[in-house]
């Protein structure tokens, strides 16, 4: 009978010579041999110091307008890219058939996606082209007319916030 079995209260302990086996036993299988013990493997998800925040604009379309999202989104790549806490910009279209497109941006903090959406390059960027004012002194085009900004595309848009809890390091 064990000691705990007895009820004495006293812990049992397998004897070293079954400890240093498991041991071994445990060692062999991480590579390591008898006697040395199992190298320790890194994690494979590494927790992020820096908080970057995630902003994800789930973007719906007509089933023929992703292409010229596309294009309106090329015309304007880099309008983002000096401001202040912006981390990256990705366009991400859908493989399948689905017609919402993502636009993934990262931003240093909260603070520095607020500022963008506050500043004037944001409301340029999703205001369209707009026509010079009466009193600006600018001529309107040729013909007369002012261009009509381009309709918008999207049938929905949908802002979701997100921020790195963890990711795997490049191999």
């Excluded at 013990?37 to 820096?50: G, K, M, N």
């Excluded at 202040?84 to 991400?92: P, Q």
């Excluded at 001529?139 to 381009?150: N, R, V």
Aim: proline share 11%; charged share 25%.
């Amino acid at each position: 009978m064990l000691p705990a079995e007895i009820g004495c209260g006293k812990r049992y302990h397998a004897p070293r010579e079954a400890q240093a086996a498991l041991r071994d036993r445990h060692a062999s299988f991480a590579g390591a041999g008898p006697g040395e013990l199992a190298p320790r493997r890194p994690p494979r998800l590494a927790t992020v110091a820096a908080v970057t925040i995630i902003k994800i604009n789930a973007i719906t379309v007509p089933a023929d307008a992703g292409d010229e999202l596309g294009r309106r989104f090329a015309a304007r790549a880099g309008a983002v890219d000096q401001q202040d806490g912006f981390e990256g910009f990705e366009l991400l279209r859908p493989t399948d058939d689905r017609r919402t497109w993502l636009v993934v941006t990262r931003w240093r903090d909260e603070a520095a996606f607020d500022a963008w959406v506050a500043s004037p390059a944001f409301g340029h960027g999703h205001q369209g082209p707009r026509a010079a004012a009466p009193d600006s002194g600018a001529e309107p085009p040729a013909g007369g007319e002012d261009p009509a900004p381009p309709k918008p595309l999207a049938m929905t848009s949908e802002l979701w916030s997100y921020e790195t809890a963890h990711h795997a390091p490049p191999r």
